[in-house]
């Protein structure tokens, strides 16, 4: 877009149809907004590569939670449940429990037609 517009821009400056000095403040103009354009877009790659690490460290630590919790001395216990849960409370036996952000956007991930649209990856027959 900004690139058409520098053409068009020196076109317009080669038919004489704008002055030098209009030429020059239009084209710094541009030419800026092609560096903020190219700054948004080295952040935004930035933020994915970001969001990768941290999706991929999360089902890794979530593939094994068990097992960390199971080697983890009781204070590592009680700082694995405090980063995961906002409340937990006991109700006679039933264990009542709200989750922290990321983790509550797991729950119920089955029910989320957005993450598969069509028919199941997998099409083996189940055992």
Same mark, same amino acid.
């Given at each position: 877009?900004?690139?058409?517009?520098?053409?068009? *821009?020196?076109?317009?400056?080669?038919?004489?149809?704008?002055?030098?000095?209009?030429?020059?403040?239009?084209?710094?103009?541009?030419?800026?907004?092609?560096?903020?354009?190219?700054?948004?877009?080295?952040?935004?790659?930035?933020?994915?590569?970001?969001?990768?690490?941290?999706?991929?460290?999360?089902?890794?630590?979530?593939?094994?939670?068990?097992?960390?919790?199971?080697?983890?001395?009781?204070?590592?216990?009680?700082?694995?449940?405090?980063?995961?849960?906002?409340?937990?409370?006991?109700?006679?036996?039933? *264990?009542?429990?709200?989750?922290?952000?990321?983790?509550? *956007?797991?729950?119920? *991930?089955?029910?989320?037609?957005?993450?598969?649209?069509?028919?199941?990856?997998?099409?083996?027959?189940?055992?």
């Amino acid at each position: 877009m900004v690139t058409k517009r520098l053409d068009a *821009l020196l076109d317009e400056y080669l038919d004489k149809s704008i002055t030098k000095d209009m030429y020059d403040r239009k084209h710094g103009q541009l030419i800026q907004r092609r560096h903020e354009i190219n700054e948004l877009l080295e952040r935004h790659h930035e933020g994915d590569e970001q969001f990768r690490i941290a999706v991929t460290t999360l089902v890794t630590l979530a593939s094994k939670a068990a097992e960390i919790f199971d080697r983890s001395t009781t204070d590592e216990k009680r700082q694995l449940m405090a980063y995961l849960f906002s409340s937990l409370e006991l109700e006679g036996s039933k *264990l009542r429990y709200a989750l922290k952000t990321p983790f509550n *956007l797991f729950v119920d *991930l089955k029910d989320c037609k957005e993450w598969l649209p069509g028919p199941d990856s997998n099409q083996r027959p189940s055992d």
